[in-house]
């Protein structure tokens, strides 16, 4: 059973173009979180789906970003018009039932430089 | 708002030594706390998951303690070895925001010495 796989592990952006990181859960896992985390800061929450539903986005900038989590396929956080602040890491996290009662799994991340 | 700390934010010890990491919580209205490992450039590794109702969870070496009431939580490292030098982070669940979700420390590095 293959963990979270995340893709790519590393992005180099130019400023202004885009940003698309992929996220497959855990076989069976329906509920993706994202986090990011900035140099020297903790993990910090973005965004909770389920298959095809934004659950709570109250951590993504209202502009810029946005998330799906389509029926087929893996989720995708997607960064419009980087800047170079946009640079950090960004994990996704699965769990089998969402986290009050069950684990969660991060993938190893991609990694994020705006040049 | 949920506020997790980590202290110390850096450990050096000798290989051998038993050793304990300290994660404290400001709201105690939690669902579970969970335990990660992360090592330099990589992602997070679950160690272990203390629901609510519990005090303790062992797995090998480590040992985590939960008091719910106090917000505190400990992670117990026996007999280090040079393979457990990674970042430890203390991440707990919690009601923010209109949904569950995690809220985590900045971590505590630990460096063993061989």
């Known amino acids: 059973n293959a963990g979270v796989m995340q893709n790519p592990r590393h992005l180099v952006r130019r400023r202004g173009q885009e940003a698309r990181l992929r996220c497959s859960p855990m076989?069976?896992?329906?509920?993706v979180y994202w986090y990011r985390q900035l140099p020297e800061e903790g993990l910090k929450f973005m965004v909770y789906l389920q298959k095809e539903n934004i659950i709570d986005e109250s951590g993504m900038p209202k502009e810029r970003f946005s998330a799906e989590f389509p029926k087929e396929g893996p989720s995708i956080l997607r960064i419009q018009q980087v800047v170079r602040g946009d640079s950090a890491a960004y994990f996704c996290?699965?769990?089998?039932?969402?986290?009050?009662?069950?684990?969660?799994?991060f993938g190893q991340g991609t990694r994020l430089t705006v040049v | 708002k949920q506020e997790v700390t980590q202290i110390p934010a850096a450990l050096s010890v000798p290989e051998g030594e038993n050793l304990v990491l300290n994660c404290s919580f400001t709201d105690s209205a939690i669902y579970n706390l969970q335990w990660f490992r992360q090592d330099p450039g990589k992602g997070l590794t679950s160690l272990l998951l203390?629901?609510?109702?519990?005090r303790e969870q062992t797995s090998g070496r480590l040992n985590a303690s939960l008091d719910k009431s106090s917000g505190r939580s400990t992670l117990y490292i026996a007999a280090s070895q040079p393979g457990d030098s990674a970042t430890y982070l203390c991440?707990?669940?919690?009601?923010?925001?209109?949904?569950?979700?995690?809220?985590f420390g900045k971590g505590t590095k630990l460096t063993v010495n061989p």
């Open positions: 996290a699965s769990s089998l039932m969402g986290t009050v009662n069950t684990e969660a799994f």
């Open positions: 076989k069976g896992h329906s509920h």
């Open positions: 991440a707990v669940v919690v009601s923010q925001g209109g949904s569950e979700k995690l809220v």
């Open positions: 203390i629901q609510s109702s519990q």
